[in-house]
T-cell receptor, first 114, second 113 residues
């Protein structure tokens, strides 16, 4: 079974621009979560989508948004990029469940903001 | 107090030894506990999960959960150099009627030959 895929793998953007990242979950997985990983803050939860609805949200500004499509693929968008948004953005999918959350991560998108 | 705390390490053990990794969490309502392994430059990989108090064994790995002490641990028996990685502890802590996955900063493990 194919794993979680993310595109693009690397991205360089300029401050003030916006960016869209894409994630395709493992086949059959309906939950997709997004995370930001930085050396300073570690792995931080952005939001989770389940059946096209945002189910949970972390403590990030409104510049970070996402959506999920009927095939469970998900996108996240960051508007008005700041230098501090440079990070590894990880997507993780899980089968079901509010409590279990056995998540499987994609390879990530490395975003550099200059 | 951080929500999930881990000793950053590095924890250095000789090949063949038992590596013991520890994690504490602050929210007593937390459910579901996970250990991920992350190699440098790679994404986290789920290696163990535990939901109930006690021990859970899978191959060379044993996860231990003590909810009364708010403590989760991971034991790696017969450690191999290939186990050298950062180990992330994660818990699902309650938030607004649901659960938010919250990660510790990770413990770096070095297994030397």
């Amino acid at each position: 079974k194919a794993g979680v895929t993310q595109t693009p793998r690397y991205l360089i953007k300029t401050r003030g621009q916006q960016v869209t990242l894409s994630c395709s979950p493992i086949s059959g997985h309906r939950s997709v979560s997004w995370y930001q990983q930085t050396p300073g803050q570690g792995l931080q939860f952005l939001f989770e989508y389940f059946s096209e609805t945002q189910r949970n949200k972390g403590n990030f500004p409104g510049r970070f948004s996402g959506r999920q499509f009927s095939n469970s693929r998900s996108e996240m968008n960051v508007s008005t990029l700041e230098l501090g948004d440079s990070a590894l953005y990880l997507c993780a999918s899980s089968l079901v469940g509010r409590e279990s959350y056995e998540q499987y991560f994609g390879p990530g998108t490395r975003l550099t903001v200059t | 107090q951080k929500e999930v705390e881990q000793n950053s390490g590095p924890l250095s053990v000789p090949e063949g030894a038992i590596a013991s990794l520890n994690c504490t969490y602050s929210d007593r309502g937390s459910q579901s506990f996970f250990w991920y392994r992350q190699y440098s430059g790679k994404s986290p990989e789920l290696i163990m999960f535990i939901y109930s108090n006690g021990d859970k064994e899978d191959g060379r790995f044993t996860a231990q959960l003590n909810k009364a002490s708010q403590y989760v641990s991971l034991l790696i028996r017969d450690s191999q150099p290939s186990d050298s990685a950062t180990y992330l502890c994660a818990v699902n802590r309650p938030s607004g009627g649901s659960y938010i996955p919250t990660f510790g900063r990770g413990t770096s493990l070095i297994v030397h030959p």
